[in-house]
């Protein structure tokens, strides 16, 4: 039976009850379960309550649809349902293979039996395995889905594991060629396969079926429609658009004053320093080792005086000799194994439970104390995912519900603790990192990083997708360890080639980052606590010799030059959800070669940048759309439409900029 209330259209037969309804501009929200009624949006839900918007609904029998702006959506006499977009294009439809009731023309009567939406309980509870089926369709592309480590930026033929893991975000926003976007409304473990043959959504255990769809013109349209229904980022504060500087570990007070005064020294421009884990004397205290950290607000007001703002790694992990661990214990603040020991979940530890709210505001009162009111601005929320054991989903509880029901939350309500308190201390244009992030994260201001990948040029090959990928996802703040996380010995001229070509693309990045896990490693500074971890080796700009030091001096300085450009590209992320670093097409959209390239990208709407993806390369192909482009290393002007050589020695990347834009502003002594 069809029936509407007030801008929602019902359908209920048999077990299922069927909503579409108006959800921002051209845009429906599609739900359906086969309880009683729906969810509470309140904390599952990845939508922000839209604008009213006054839907067209018709209703003919058995048959319906419904128009908001340029999308509409006909729901057949089966339940079927199919999208239309103003000019009554087909957008997508359901997958579906059963002999029909009614048949006509255009549909399927098949023996198969296949249903669009499947719902297989989980006897004895109220969750579902849910399974929802889509048409493919010859020559679509998807773009978005977050962060994955694989090279593809076009994700047709893939298929999707949608769960966070170290180095994988799962953001399940997907953005269509054919003119539509598709959020994955549902915080379960599941999968997606863009299939050949169809696409598919799996949750693995679930109470309904929740996605939101948007039909645009352009893809910048549909991305802008996506933030304004799961939010925006702040305002990135000055400070952010700058170089940071960290690396695996510094062990000491003086140690990072060390390094903060060889930036300062040497004329170097360097905005964020970071402390990074381990700094505290056990896991679950949140506050610094007084032994090696003996005075931090003279550190931290050092730092101010230098223009350098300090960044702190917090874990979300509690070990039990921690101060806090047994109140933690007592008041059900930490995360529960369905079977075994909860502690062991990482690092001899177990993690503090960040979809409980008690347990967010209990971990922001150790924060503000011990962090904030010392002075520090911007936290570096590690372990975001959170990287439980082997990733066995199944055998952990959150106080939400299960894993397998509500996982891809953590980040998201991780984020919303640092970021809540920190906005009720008065603090304005929040920015902190994180390992992951899920839809609506961006509003938190969840700057994210790619985790702790290799050091190789297949990495950063991958680096580049999921950079791309994030954006589109509705993440715009993003970023790497520049020169990978794992593997890069200080001392090799293969690494070094690799860090010289990551560098120069970082440069290019929403946010310009160096990190990681260099060797030789060296050895702990004692046996307890903190001291108890080890180091990387020297990971400042002049640990890699002189021609190495020379090279990233140059981008380093290119960055300063454009810092009003990514401060404008930062206010256009904030007021509409643009990403910064994007594909071609996503300016140039009537050019079919944009859709093609997946090696250069579009840094704001006037640079193009052409990194270096692969050893020994030292000239590269570049594709230009129209307009005219003035390369910034020979100040030549290139005519769009074409192909080029252009040459890449060591010292510098092809970047392209649009004639009489800022070339002229930022990079004339470049």
């Not at 086969?34 to 839907?55: G, I, N």
């Not at 060390?258 to 004397?281: C, K, M, N, T």
């Not at 810092?563 to 594909?583: C, D, F, I, S």
């Amino acid at each position: 039976m069809l029936r509407q209330v007030g801008n929602q259209l019902f359908r209920r037969y048999d077990k299922e009850l069927l909503c579409i309804e108006p959800w921002g501009r051209n845009s429906l929200r599609v739900r359906a379960t086969q309880l009683d009624k729906f969810q509470d949006d309140a904390v599952y839900s990845a939508l922000l309550e839209p604008e009213s918007a006054a839907a067209e609904i018709r209703i003919n029998g058995s048959r319906a649809e419904i128009i908001n702006g340029k999308i509409r959506c006909e729901v057949m006499s089966t339940g079927k349902l199919r999208f239309y977009n103003q000019k009554g294009e087909l957008l997508l439809e359901e997958y579906d293979r059963n002999r029909m009731r009614d048949v006509v023309e255009d549909e399927f009567n098949s023996a198969l039996e296949i249903d669009p939406r499947t719902f297989e309980p989980h006897r004895g509870t109220n969750n579902f395995k849910l399974m929802v089926r889509f048409e493919a369709q010859n020559g679509e592309k998807i773009y978005g889905m977050g962060q994955y480590q694989q090279p593809y930026l076009d994700l047709k033929g893939c298929l999707l594991e949608l769960a966070h893991r170290n180095s994988q975000a799962s953001v399940p926003f997907a953005l269509s060629n054919r003119g539509y976007g598709l959020l994955w409304n549902n915080p379960a473990i599941g999968k997606v396969t863009f299939g050949k043959n169809l696409t598919e959504w799996v949750a693995y255990s679930t109470k309904q079926m929740d996605y939101w769809i948007t039909a645009g013109d352009t893809p910048a349209e549909i991305v802008e429609a996506y933030a304004d229904v799961t939010g925006k980022v702040p305002m990135m504060p000055d400070y952010g658009t700058g170089f940071w500087q960290s690396k695996l570990r510094y062990q000491t007070q003086d140690e990072i004053m060390e390094v903060a005064r060889g930036y300062q020294e040497r004329g170097l421009p360097l905005s964020v320093i970071v402390v990074d884990f381990f700094h505290w004397p056990f896991q679950g205290d949140w506050r610094f080792d007084p032994a090696y950290w003996p005075d931090p607000d003279k550190m931290v007001g050092d730092l101010k005086e230098m223009g350098i703002e300090l960044m702190v790694s917090v874990w979300p992990t509690v070990e039990e000799a921690s101060e806090n661990y047994q109140e933690m214990l007592e008041l059900g603040y930490l995360v529960r194994s369905e079977a075994g020991k909860r502690l062991g979940q990482i690092f001899n530890a177990c993690f503090a439970d960040m979809t409980n709210p008690d347990a967010r505001e209990y971990v922001w009162s150790k924060l503000k104390q011990n962090y904030y009111d010392k002075g520090i601005r911007i936290f570096w929320l590690d372990e975001a995912e959170p990287e439980i054991t082997k990733y066995e989903f199944s055998n952990y509880r959150y106080f939400l519900g299960s894993v397998l029901e509500v996982g891809n939350l953590y980040p998201r309500l991780y984020a919303s603790m640092a970021y809540e308190g920190m906005e009720a201390a008065g603090q304005e244009n929040i920015v902190n990192l994180l390992r992951c992030a899920w839809a609506g994260s961006q509003k938190y201001g969840a700057l994210v990083w790619s985790g702790d990948i290799d050091s190789s040029f297949r990495s950063l090959r991958n680096q580049l997708a999921a950079g791309l990928n994030m954006g589109l996802a509705g993440i715009p703040w993003w970023t790497t360890d520049i020169g990978g996380f794992h593997g890069g010995n200080i001392y090799s001229d293969a690494f070094k080639e690799v860090f010289i070509r990551w560098f120069q693309f970082a440069a290019f990045c929403p946010v310009f980052r160096l990190h990681g896990h260099r060797e030789p490693f060296k050895q702990p500074m004692g046996t307890v606590g903190g001291a108890s971890m080890g180091s990387g080796s020297d990971n400042e700009v002049w640990s890699y010799g002189e021609e190495v030091y020379d090279i990233c001096k140059k981008y380093m300085h290119i960055r300063e030059k454009i810092r009003p450009y990514v401060k404008q590209l930062m206010r256009e992320a904030h007021e509409k959800g643009t990403p910064l670093m994007r594909p071609l097409f996503y300016d140039f959209p009537e050019d079919p070669r944009a859709w093609e390239i997946e090696d250069e990208y579009m840094f704001g709407s006037d640079m193009l940048i052409c990194p270096i993806l692969y050893e020994n390369m030292r000239e590269r192909e570049v594709y230009l759309p129209a307009g005219r482009w003035r390369n910034i290393n020979d100040q030549e002007i290139y005519e769009g439409g074409r192909t080029y050589t252009c040459a890449a020695p060591i010292d510098e990347i092809p970047v392209f900029v649009r004639e009489g834009t800022l070339e002229m502003l930022y990079l004339r002594d470049v």
